[in-house]
């Protein structure tokens, strides 16, 4: 063995090379600077590692807006400030502390009986009658979304003010899953039965029920009522799942709600598509780079948001209740909504063709925190790796067979051949990725933009890589009021009233009102769009139309909807930075 090595071999090469009196020593010397490599490392990992922590509960903003469809506007103004525990001493979560003791098996609403109908009104009129103070009460189960999806805190650790978001990111799912486990606890324990189990909104079914809002939730008088919701879309009304959707054929809309829950929850193959991109401790969604944005994954941004639109009042101020982050959760309907699209997270993880997926592994999301407050009023601190196998938290979903209709739906196109000549002929351009482009605006009268868009042809995709489209550096100077933003492909001409029915409907970014101050948003938004040209015939296309339509209130007549939508446009000043496909 040669004696002339570097590094930490060179160290193990000394026991070799030493005669036998130095052994010890050079053995001490050894045991000392892998001590130290070993920290160096260690030291390293902790000064990258940047995963969000819980915030000071002492130091709340007030979450403001003003409409801008009164004159003069009027100001909201939403104190969503927390009350601060008792002891100083908050609670660690751990399996040990909080063990499930009995399974809790969510259900589909539109299938409980009257007895457990009667039961979950019961939780709701305990939870409603306790003090504002108590941190178990509706008021305050409802501030606690209003806190953390309105910057009503700041990020611990953090250059300057920096507002913590649960929403846009890989947050949102495990943030709204130990939301709805504590939540779940609470009203268990307000009726004595610890075995309570959460209904789930089953919006996504087509055919037994599930996609009208559940019968229970729509009588006046209970608990389980809110006042604040659309009159139009009670029971027997249709859901609609992208806001986008404007017919009055049942049939199409049927097709259309399970082309938004394919393209929402199948296409997305990956954690980021699916679940969100990176959010970290310095992430900023008012002022961000093209690069560093956030993302929202496509069941928050196209059915959740879309859900939340459609019960919402448009008669209230953004939307109330449901149609906006800062009132949303005191609609106890809100609770059986996330369940199911908690439910949706466990069908994407383990129940669609190709086997399981898989979640994000990076440290900074397994390490971030949350507080909640627990069935005693304590409050706790718990992490995201403790919430990513619902098993372990002893909640489990019914299966539904309705589930195999979106699974595999297959949407059929409307197109033949590609669409770029006659999009170039009459005068659509190329859009690049940034910054090639400047600042993008929608064209105001049209309310549209159509754009040629270069493929990644020739380029060597990685093993297992999606074909994604993204919408670089989307951005928002307001959030007053709910739009959708529809992404076609190989449709230049699509517009408002286009079907979303078919292979052409890429996916939709839908973009909940804020009351919060910090209102200004910026971010990237992704679809994958392989399967997409597979099924129009543009494999091998090295370019592609890319058509975005801004929509707003999709129950109005077209005209209507052209007016209001011009108006939102130039109050909201829209605009992104560039057009990609890649493989990701």
């Not at 079914?205 to 809002?213: I, T």
């Amino acid at each position: 063995m040669s004696c002339r090595t570097h590094g930490l071999s060179s160290l193990i090469a000394t026991l070799h090379c030493a005669p036998r009196r130095r052994v010890r020593g050079q053995l001490l010397y050894i045991i000392i600077n892998v001590a130290l490599l070993l920290i160096l490392a260690a030291s390293s990992s902790d000064v990258n590692a940047a995963p969000i922590r819980v915030p000071d509960l002492s130091r709340c903003d007030l979450a403001v807006d003003e409409s801008v469809g009164d004159t003069p506007p009027l100001t909201l103004r939403f104190n969503c400030c927390l009350p601060l525990p008792s002891a100083s001493r908050i609670l660690d979560f751990s399996f040990d502390k909080y063990p499930p003791i009995r399974q809790h098996v969510r259900r589909p609403a539109h299938t409980a009986k009257e007895d457990y109908i009667a039961k979950y009104n019961k939780a709701y009129q305990l939870m409603r009658a306790l003090p504002d103070s108590d941190p178990r009460s509706l008021k305050v189960q409802a501030d606690i979304h209003c806190a953390f999806c309105n910057g009503a805190y700041m990020q611990a650790g953090a250059d300057g003010n920096v507002p913590l978001q649960v929403h846009f990111s890989w947050l949102f799912l495990p943030w709204h899953r130990w939301f709805l486990y504590f939540h779940e606890r609470i009203l268990g324990n307000l009726l004595g039965d610890p075995g309570f189990s959460l209904l789930y909104w089953n919006w996504d079914d087509q055919v037994n029920g599930g996609n009208m809002m559940p019968e229970m939730f729509a009588r006046n008088g209970t608990a389980l009522y809110d006042a604040k919701r659309n009159p139009d879309h009670l029971p027997p009304a249709i859901v609609r799942l992208s806001p986008a959707n404007n017919s009055t054929d049942t049939s199409v809309v049927v097709n259309e709600n399970l082309n938004a829950m394919y393209q929402s929850v199948v296409t997305a193959s990956t954690a980021e598509l699916f679940a969100g991109g990176a959010y970290r401790t310095g992430s900023d969604l008012t002022n961000s780079s093209v690069i560093s944005a956030t993302l929202g994954g496509s069941v928050e941004n196209g059915v959740h948001n879309g859900i939340h639109y459609w019960t919402g009042n448009p008669a209230e101020q953004l939307l109330q209740d449901m149609g906006t982050f800062s009132t949303a959760s005191r609609d106890p309907i809100f609770y059986a909504h996330h369940s199911n699209v908690d439910r949706l997270w466990d069908v994407w993880r383990f129940k669609l063709p190709g086997g399981p997926r898989k979640d994000h592994s990076d440290p900074d999301f397994l390490d971030t925190e949350f507080l909640f407050y627990d069935e005693n009023a304590n409050l706790v601190k718990v992490k995201v790796s403790d919430a990513l196998d619902n098993a372990k938290l002893g909640v489990s979903y019914k299966t539904v067979r309705a589930d195999d209709l979106w699974i595999n739906y297959s949407p059929k196109a409307v197109t033949s051949g590609s669409a770029v000549f006659s999009a170039l002929a009459s005068g659509v351009s190329t859009i690049g990725a940034t910054p090639s482009n400047g600042t993008i605006d929608l064209d105001l009268a049209s309310m549209r933009l159509a754009a040629i868009v270069q493929r990644p042809i020739g380029e060597t995709r990685p093993s297992k890589a999606e074909e994604v489209l993204v919408i670089q550096g989307l951005e928002l100077t307001s959030r007053d009021s709910f739009i959708s933003l529809v992404v076609f492909v190989n449709l230049p001409d699509a517009g408002p009233s286009t079907p979303t029915n078919s292979a052409e409907y890429v996916g939709t970014f839908n973009i909940v009102p804020s009351a919060s101050q910090h209102r200004h948003l910026v971010t990237n938004v992704k679809f994958e769009i392989g399967d997409n040209l597979k099924r129009i015939g543009l494999q091998k296309d090295d370019r592609v139309v890319i058509t975005i339509v801004l929509k707003s209130k999709p129950h109005e007549t077209d005209s209507n909807l052209a007016d209001a939508a011009h108006n939102l446009a130039i109050q909201q000043r829209i605009s992104f930075k560039g057009l990609q496909i890649t493989y990701e």
